[in-house]
């Protein structure tokens, strides 16, 4: 995934050395649209797209509220027969737990690498809900990060918090790391894993508003426990 990192730096090289973008460059940009025809075929476009997500969302946060709401106050009751509380709850929460592992798949499943990026621009406190969700499964990580990777790379999305995810995702499926946040301890020492083409290690970063990886601060420090993970490097 860190591939669209490098696709959107090469977009960025294409400058003037006084750093003004290409003549080229710039005339292949399209113009913002500002008549009104097109202006409601696109607002009619997002509305067909994005609608039903949002409403189902909303209908789905809703109910897992309403089935906790059920419980929680019955079981916190003080006159309740011996041995009540725990069959109250054990129902309750079988409802709470299918509910939720039907709506964290749901999410996952709107998680859209190509289209993600303009929801989150048009509506980005639905798209962090959807990505709350979503996120309550680790198995869904991959999906969140190729579905973050585009809105990153625009900067509309905390730079630190999305390599860490990035990067624990590649470590997870034995790749080497993109953005060079995850470190571990080895013979007592903390040591960087493996990073992914590490000559263009700082163009990654920068695509995404991360400073070049300090490596002597990332590493070096003693550390005590085999597998221990310290803070990653910013």
Known sequence: ???IALAALILLQ???PDGEPAQEAA?????????AATLIALTESRWDEWNSVIGELASRTARERFAADLVYP???????????RGPIMQAGQTRIDALQAENTAWAAAQLDPQSFADFHALQPRPARELLRVAERDDANLGRIVAALEPVALAGGYDSAAFAAMADRHA?????PQPYGTQSHCAD??????????PDTLTERREAIGLEPLDREAAEGAACEMEDATPSSPD
Not at 27 to 35: G, N, S, V
């Open 188 to 197: 007592g020492t903390v040591t960087l894993h493996e990073i992914a083409e």
């Open 171 to 175: 470590l997870a499926e034995d790749r």
């Open 14 to 16: 294409d400058t003037t």
């Open 27 to 35: 005339a292949e940009t399209p113009a913002e649209p500002t008549d």
């Open 74 to 84: 019955v079981i916190a009751r003080t006159d309740l027969e011996g041995g009540a």
């Open 1 to 3: 995934m860190y591939l």
